[in-house]
């Protein structure tokens, strides 16, 4: 099977970063995306980004664009989210996810226990 960790959740100010870690074990998919969703309190979950298996398509949400950037290092088997300018509204649980695809209404099979980031102003 597949497991997903996610790690590098805190609190931090307004305008400050973080960098979010997924740790992956098990199978690979190589023909997919890994992503990363979050869920604010009250609200419904909702993408943020999501990297390919080469690491060399990115995609990401208008509220991520400019501020954060996805990446994976699959010598260690691990995806990355560098989130910096933070806003209060960024305040969420953070997950990965895989496998994932760009097409509406895709659920991937796999996802981490999520790591909470909040963000004072």
């Known amino acids: 099977q597949v497991q997903l960790v996610e790690s590098g959740g805190g609190l931090v100010q307004a305008g400050g970063s973080l960098r979010l870690s997924c740790a992956t074990s098990?199978?690979?998919?190589?023909?997919?995306?890994t992503a990363w969703f979050r869920r604010a309190p009250g609200k419904e979950r909702e993408f943020v980004a999501a990297?390919?298996?080469?690491?060399?398509?990115?995609i990401y949400a208008d509220s991520a664009k400019g501020r954060f950037t996805v990446s994976r290092d699959n010598a260690k088997n691990t995806v990355y989210l560098q989130m910096n300018n933070l806003k209060p509204e960024d305040t969420a649980v953070y997950s990965c996810?895989?496998?994932?695809?760009?097409?509406?209404?895709?659920?991937?099979?796999?996802w981490g226990q999520g790591t909470q980031v909040t963000v004072s102003s």
């Open positions: 098990g199978r690979t998919f190589t023909a997919y995306y």
């Open positions: 990297v390919e298996w080469s690491g060399e398509k990115t």
């Open positions: 996810a895989a496998p994932w695809a760009p097409i509406t209404d895709w659920e991937p099979d796999f």
